[in-house]
């Protein structure tokens, strides 16, 4: 815990309190008037569905941020996480389970390709059920094109 005084005939106009640690995103919060409107988490248009052939599996974006945390942690300086949240189906008839791994999932950041960074433990899912998982990326800030590939 941190304390000082403070005296009595102190302003606070325009005062802040920036949280800081090197090499990450500092996060800011002002210390008089209303709170300020938080850039992040921005929220991402979601819904959208694709399925593979081999296995027949359909992966539905359920919800998608961009956010200076993810996965528990402070994005580094000049990073944001695309945090996501999908539903996966194995629309296979067959009665065995097939494994969901992160290899699963490729997202291409201004044409190159990056793994997850974080993902819900590893999966079976089997024939004819769906599981939701979530994963986090780290992308730079700069991106200026983002595609998920998955199967």
Do not use: H
Not at 10 to 26: F, N, R, S, V
Not at 35 to 52: H, M
Not at 87 to 107: C, H, I, S
């Amino acid at each position: 815990m941190i304390s000082f005084r403070v005296p009595p005939s102190a302003e606070w106009k325009g005062a802040q309190l920036t949280l800081d640690e090197q090499d990450k995103e500092p996060a800011t919060l002002a210390l008089d008037g209303p709170a300020r409107p938080q850039q992040y988490p921005a929220k991402l248009a979601s819904g959208d569905e694709t399925t593979t052939k081999e296995p027949v599996m359909t992966y539905t974006i359920l919800g998608a941020t961009v956010d200076v945390d993810g996965a528990g942690q402070r994005a580094a300086l000049g990073k944001r996480y695309l945090n996501l949240s999908v539903r996966v189906t194995n629309k296979e008839a067959g009665g065995g389970g097939g494994a969901f791994l992160p290899e699963f999932f490729r997202l291409m950041i201004d044409g190159v390709p990056s793994a997850p960074e974080n993902m819900s433990d590893n999966n079976i899912i089997n024939g004819q059920s769906s599981q939701d998982v979530t994963l986090a990326f780290v992308i730079p800030e700069s991106a200026t094109k983002v595609e998920l590939e998955v199967g």
